[in-house]
């Protein structure tokens, strides 16, 4: 599970899990260390092949794939304790491909479910996105410096970029060719969680209150696409997540 899951604190106590996909081209850091503050919550980030020690395999080329590999890994733990989902972008998306895939084929749902900046997959705002991933490397780059979020000195580095581009890109198609038919009926039942930045591109957050018949929040932070991480917003997401966690425990008990 090592080689999938990233867990910088091992927590047996812990009230419940906070499972979370990376955005585009992301490894598995940022989420991991969540879990040395959190602590009544044990941080499960996921790690796709292609980044961090798993650069020299080859990248997932769709959905599917990104949700077998990690429901094969958790699906022998995850009745240990109860569970959430957490996911910015791209990391939104396999997060609810992957709450399908459970609930569907294993009668399983986690207590939460997070989702930040990101159009619910179904939605005319992201069925009429442009496609990012065919662009060129000059193009793509000044795409990435319009929606901020990466270090301008790494951008300015074609050496770094050379070593980022292809995950991002990859991570890219496989969200521009993910289809999910609307929901006629809630596929879910607990509550859902949506966060955005006021200065982001706009997303059809609505619209994800179709796959849950639970309670259903937006709530919307400065900054633009990766609002996420700044210090603050982060902040007050983790005690967002945490509180909701801490309260759904008592109810699951």
Known sequence: MDKVINCFRKRPDAVARLICFPWAGGGSIHYARWGNTMSSIEVYSVRLPGRESRAREPFHQSMQQVVEEV????????????????????????????????????????IHIFLSGASAPYSETRLSAPSRSALSDEEFLQWMSRIGGTPPDLLANPELMKLFLPSLKADL????????????????????????????????LKAWKDITSGDFTIQMLPGAHFYLKDAV????????????????????L
């Open 71 to 110: 429901v094969t890994v958790l699906l022998p733990v995850l009745r240990e304790k109860p569970f959430a989902l957490f996911g910015h972008s791209f990391g939104a998306m396999s997060c609810f491909a992957f709450a399908e895939s459970l609930k569907s084929a294993h009668g399983i749902e986690p």
């Open 173 to 204: 198609h496989v969200i521009e060719n993910y289809r999910c038919p609307q929901p006629e009926t809630p596929l879910l039942s607990c509550p859902v969680s949506c966060f955005d930045g006021t200065q982001d591109v706009p997303h059809d």
């Open 233 to 252: 917003n982060e902040r007050v997401i983790m005690d967002h997540v945490t509180k909701h966690l801490e309260t759904a425990e008592m109810n699951y």
